[in-house]
């Protein structure tokens, strides 16, 4: 299988354990992620908040790359995902901006990895992979803001109770906990400019997966897998509780139970080390 690979800004820098992740998975299950010649940044977190013709004229110009190549496009970082959905959107209802080519059909489908591995790829498929099952291991996962919601932009069928990464978790043998704050902001995007509301939110979030059991959060998005890697020993310090809690990548987790010899590396990387609570369950 072929598909268009836009892999975004942040999985070579800050989340270069995300994108390592999904190369090695793609290979492991045959896929050929065909990245799009002379992409470029597609504006996610800033420039829809300055200019909206830069806002839309930054993915827009992917797409219409995409659009030549006529696969359809898979995106691993939400904050990516989101802006090129909102772009293609105004193509589609025919929106003219400048600099972008007229000529847009839109014939092919943009989709975050997680719902292109969970829908394009079979269960069955994704078992006969597993060499390591995921026993013991309980997790929560967590999609964030912006790969759902809002529906109208994602096309997403469930956005309040999405199922795809719980599914494909339990697939690999992962104890999948339930909990009701699956798509609930961490306050990621906040942190900079409102830094008391954003510990606030990601306090929460790590709160109520305590509280649902589990021993891990798994996510999708690269801001938020950053905000709520790297703000537990702050938020910590000023709290007076303790917070030790591995936030995974999806796709490091199936390249661990794909036994990936690779996965180790990814690991290391993590501010809050997943590497004993792995070992513990006897994972590594």
Request: glycine share 8%.
């Amino acid at each position: 299988m072929k598909v268009s690979y836009y892999p975004g800004c942040s999985l070579d820098g800050t989340a270069r354990e995300y994108g390592e992740s999904v190369e090695a998975v793609a290979e492991i299950l045959g896929i050929e992620l065909q990245e799009l010649e002379d992409w470029s940044c597609c504006g996610a977190s800033s420039a829809h908040m300055t200019n909206e013709e830069l806002a839309l004229a930054l993915p827009a110009r992917n797409l219409v790359i995409a659009d030549k190549e006529g696969m359809d496009l898979v995106v691993p970082c939400a904050g990516c995902f989101q802006r090129f959905k909102v772009a293609e959107k105004e193509l589609l209802a025919g929106r003219r901006i400048e600099g972008i080519s007229d000529k847009y059909n839109g014939n092919f489908n943009i989709k975050h990895i997680l719902d292109f591995f969970w829908e394009d790829i079979s269960e069955k498929t994704l078992m006969e992979k597993v060499e390591k099952p995921l026993c013991g291991l309980s997790a929560v996962c967590y999609y964030g803001c912006v790969v759902v919601r809002p529906p109208r932009i994602t096309d997403a069928k469930n956005p309040e109770n999405p199922q795809a990464m719980d599914r494909l978790m339990k697939s690999l043998g992962a104890e999948v906990r339930a909990w009701s704050y699956k798509t609930d902001c961490c306050g990621g995007s906040l942190i900079f400019t409102r830094p008391n509301i954003a510990k606030k939110l990601t306090a929460k979030i790590l709160d109520m997966a305590e509280e649902a059991g589990a021993k891990c959060i798994v996510t999708g998005c690269p801001i938020c897998q950053s905000n709520l890697d790297s703000r537990q020993a702050e938020i910590s310090a000023e709290s007076g509780k303790k917070y030790n809690t591995p936030i995974f990548y999806f796709t490091e987790l199936m390249g661990l139970a794909f036994g990936d010899a690779k996965a180790k590396r990814w690991l290391g990387r993590h501010m809050v080390d997943p590497r004993p609570l792995l070992v513990e369950k006897g994972l590594i």
